[in-house]
């Protein structure tokens, strides 16, 4: 039988027996059947989608658009004076542009939202007396909730057990600084905040850990009650998008001026007639406006959104893809991003010997020996408590399957643990002999972790193990084999420095004895008196793709910096092997926190690694980089690198290792924690931007061709060489079919060998605009001269038109291969039939354009006639001499570097 729940029911106000005994469960939690079959009836933890805005709303904001009503206003105008066709193919126009606009957004929105739930979150809970880890959205009430730091809270829960729980409440109660938690009842009537007893679904552990029983998932939560949050509607806007939208206003007032002065001028000076000046003006505003752009900017970042996510980086906010073109310094943690994360001790340093460690990764085979000469079992018991110690202070697992070893945990943990059963010592037997009664779990910020046992005869250790600067600093004795001595700290110091020199982490292990009845554990016990037992050194390779990505920065431009925990000889000799810091100096923590903002500034320009930092390092780096002008990537995954994460440009959380706290902080996630997806993600976002400019530019020429054809007909006084109607058919097709192919466009060869761009500067370069009046001079020239061509031969009006608009598209396709490189030569295999959608949205146009050649329904909508096949030739001799051009154009403009991209 399930239990009745009354989502009233102040469970804050009851006490953690009350609540497990009305949700029926119980310390150990539910078991596997029972919580099955609650999920079938409270059903899934998960919030109902936002409420989206209909269909309907969606399309009709599609018309909501500067641009559109100056073409609705041409419509209107087409309209009164009787030219009906002209006001049905612009209406029709503006729908399908809207139509196409409402379908792109619908999958670019989709496909966002697809990387979203790539961030699922899991929760961890007792089911069947086990601890498991589970999807959140399969936690029902009743459900065991284990909280640790950096966890975000899966449901509402009811705290029974909590040591040190510190949560941020933020999401809930708009209060940012954290609330220490309790587990007794609070008076009813309180209000949220002051709920001490209960974690809110969605609020954040940043300190400390905690267990509660789940009372509400879903939409009964707290969170899904405020039902504001979710009518937010995510919309896709970035800073680029935005920069678009202005440009398009102030377009709009341009095209409406230009169309007033040609309706003015035409009027008093030339001798055109009212209804053809009005649709010569209809012409222009409808020529000059681009109306395929912004579509198809949403759907190319929203295609780069998801081919970002394919190469393990998921992008949380959408104008971090336009930021990471622009990055120049990547901040990155080493272990596990830099590095491989697989740790294997390699090096026993006691006070009597150096033992080195044979085998590699997590699997116990290997043995024990000394200046080449290797070890027997009873030659290195004098060890065995070190390793011992090793064994016990230490929360991960080793695992075997099929003769694969892995760890559950922290790697350097694990790696403690094959050394303690290459030694011979069974884990279980250990862990039974001396059962753990508390803990001070590893933070960075101390570096150390000890644990409080008793052997069965009562006698109590602390265990300690940790960062050597940490524990020799509590030590004032060292056991060698025969008996302890003082602490003979040069020894150690110069021991420690030949292992980190080779690339070693360090850690060093130490114990003292507790009292029988000392059944906690805090700060106070671990200041002084331990005895330390021995350093051991950790090897944890390179990985080749982070050495290979770190080359690769550099020939991009961009400066990666180490900022570790670690050793600093460890942490120059790590550096060396990846090239990052050219063997120089690292800087340490102590350094950094004796600098003041102007010497560090002065000392972020010059280093490269920085060694034994705290992420209250990493945040003082970040704003120093900034204050230097950087635009700053910056990795993190505890709960404490988060105000650096938010502070950078682009925050990156580790998708593996990560805490939710820390994704929440950042722009990005990394999926498989590689340094390598970070140069991948910024090699994307630089291909992006890149292909944003592309169709910008390969775009805006067809409206100044077109909108120059009709301001030099006017001032000649001459017949319109194109109709509105037809200006919009190239519009459309060209928009619909050729550009888009750009979204698909694969980085440039060069684009990692070129520096990062200035964020600062605008869409436009100058060298853009140059590009966009060359080529709407020539398409202006082409387009107006064939149609005088075929004037002078006689041809009718029909026909000099369809030649006209034939040459614009023409020249548009091969304008098309021009714009697949920006500077880079077109004229070879790859850059004419490297990119299948270009050719196969050429072939499709081609189609469409025989139709509005030679169908007869096509003829009488857009007032076309067929041409010969004379005309064909000249329309595609324009085309080539047109790809020919803008192909020397670029070889100048590189040779002598007379304008930047
Ligand atoms: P990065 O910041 O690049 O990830 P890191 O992982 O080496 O570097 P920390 O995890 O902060 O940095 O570790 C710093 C030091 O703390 C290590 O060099 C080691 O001596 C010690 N240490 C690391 N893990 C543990 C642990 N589980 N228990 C005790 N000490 C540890």
Request: with cysteine; hydrophobic share 45%.
């Amino acid at each position: 039988m399930t239990p009745q729940r009354n989502s009233e029911t102040a469970w804050h106000h009851r006490t953690a027996d009350e609540v497990m005994a009305i949700l029926q469960t119980n310390r150990h939690g539910l078991t596997q059947t029972e919580a099955e079959q609650r999920l079938k009836q409270y059903g899934p933890n998960r919030l109902k989608p936002s409420r989206k805005r209909s269909a309907w709303s969606r399309f009709l904001l599609q018309f909501h658009n500067a641009l559109i009503y100056v073409l609705l206003a041409s419509a209107m105008i087409a309209g009164l004076l009787d030219h009906w066709v002209d006001t049905a193919v612009i209406a029709g126009v503006v729908l399908i542009n809207a139509l196409i606009g409402f379908i792109q957004e619908g999958k670019a929105e989709k496909a966002l939202n697809a990387i979203r739930q790539m961030l699922s979150l899991d929760a961890m809970v007792l089911r069947d007396s086990k601890r498991i880890q589970i999807h959140a959205e399969e936690l029902v009430p009743g459900d065991i909730v284990l909280l640790q730091s950096g966890d975000k809270v899966p449901a509402d829960l009811r705290l029974f057990s909590i040591k040190n729980l510190r949560v941020e409440e933020a999401a809930l109660t708009g209060e940012s600084e954290a609330i220490e938690k309790t587990t007794e009842a609070v008076p009813a009537q309180v209000t949220i905040g002051d709920r001490l007893c209960m974690a809110y679904s969605s609020t954040l552990v940043v300190y400390g850990q905690g267990a509660g029983i789940v009372v509400a998932t879903g939409d009964q939560t707290e969170i899904g009650r405020i039902s504001t949050l979710l009518e937010h509607v995510d919309t896709i806007e970035t800073p680029l998008l935005r920069q678009l939208a202005i440009f398009g206003r102030w377009l709009s007032g341009l095209v409406i001026v230009l169309a007033i002065g040609m309706l003015s001028y035409g009027l008093i000076l030339g001798d055109y007639h009212l209804g053809e000046m009005f649709m010569a003006a209809v012409g222009i505003a409808v020529a000059a406006i681009p109306e395929g752009l912004p579509a198809i900017m949403t759907i190319t970042l929203a295609l780069g959104v998801q081919m970002m996510a394919n190469r393990h980086a998921i992008i949380r906010r959408l104008p971090a893809v336009e930021t990471l073109g622009a990055v120049t310094v990547i901040c990155t943690d080493k272990t596990g991003t830099l590095t491989r994360n697989e740790m294997t001790v390699q090096r026993v340093i006691t006070a009597d010997h150096q033992i080195e460690v044979s085998g590699i990764g997590y699997a116990p085979v290997g043995g024990f020996s000394m200046q080449g000469t290797e070890l027997l079992k009873n030659e290195f018991t004098g060890t065995l408590e070190l390793f011992r110690i090793g064994l016990l202070c230490n929360d991960a697992q080793l695992r075997e399957h099929e003769s694969n070893w892995t760890i559950e945990g922290d790697p350097t943990e694990g790696a403690l643990i094959t050394l303690a059963l290459k030694a011979g010592l069974d884990p279980s037997f250990e862990h039974q002999s001396l059962p753990s009664t508390d803990a001070i779990p590893f933070e960075s910020e101390h570096r150390f972790m000890a644990t409080l046992h008793h052997n069965h005869a009562g006698h109590g250790y602390i265990y300690l193990k940790g960062a050597p600067e940490e524990v020799l600093a509590i030590c004032s004795k060292e056991r060698s084999l025969d008996g302890e001595h003082p602490l003979d700290t040069s020894y150690w110091q110069a021991e420690m420095q030949e292992a980190a020199a080779l690339g070693q982490r360090l850690l060093a292990i130490a114990v003292k004895a507790a009292e029988k009845d000392q059944m906690t554990l805090t700060f106070d016990h671990v200041r002084t008196d331990f005895t330390l037992l021995g350093i051991v050194g950790i090897i944890d390779p390179p990985r080749e793709e982070a050495i290979e990505a770190v080359h690769q920065c550099r020939s991009a431009g961009i400066r990666v910096k180490m900022i570790t925990g670690d050793h600093i000889a460890t942490a120059q000799a790590i550096g060396m092997q990846l090239g990052i810091g050219d063997g120089q100096m690292a800087l340490s923590g102590v350094a950094l926190d004796q600098m003041n903002d102007a010497q560090l500034r002065e000392a972020v320009s010059t280093t490269d690694v920085f060694a034994r930092a705290n992420p209250e390092h990493k945040l003082r780096l970040v704003k120093a980089l900034q204050a230097n002008g950087e635009i700053v990537a910056m990795t993190g995954d505890g709960v404490n690198d988060a105000p650096a994460l938010k502070r950078a440009d682009i925050g990156v959380a580790m998708g593996k290792k990560g805490t939710e706290v820390a994704k929440e902080a950042s722009e990005m996630v990394i999926t498989d924690d590689n340094f390598a997806s970070i140069t991948h993600a910024v090699e994307e976002g630089r291909r992006i931007y890149d292909n944003i400019r592309k169709t910008i530019i390969y775009i805006m020429p067809t409206s100044g061709g077109e909108a120059g054809m009709l301001v030099i007909a006017i001032l000649l006084g001459m017949t319109l060489p194109i109709s509105p109607v037809q200006i919009l058919w190239v519009n459309m097709v060209t928009a619909v079919t050729l550009s888009l192919s750009l979204a698909f466009e694969k980085a440039e060869s060069g684009i990692m060998q070129r520096p990062p761009r200035d964020p600062s500067a605008p869409i436009l370069s100058r060298f853009m605009m140059w590009r966009i009046a060359f080529l709407s001079l020539v398409l202006t020239s082409g387009g107006i001269g064939l149609f005088l061509w075929e004037q002078a031969q006689g041809g009718s009006v029909e026909t000099c038109r369809t030649i006209a608009v034939n040459a614009l598209v023409m020249g548009e396709i091969w304008y098309l291969f021009n714009c697949r490189y920006l500077l880079t030569p077109a004229l070879s295999y790859k850059g004419l039939f490297g990119n299948p959608y270009v050719l196969l949205a050429i072939s499709g146009l081609v189609v469409i354009q025989l139709l509005f050649t030679y169908h007869p329904l096509m003829q009488q909508l857009f007032g076309t006639a067929a041409i010969d096949p004379a005309a064909w030739t000249k329309v595609m001799l324009f085309g080539v001499l047109l790809f020919l051009v803008v192909e020397a154009e670029k070889y100048l403009i590189s040779r002598y570097k007379v304008a930047k991209i």
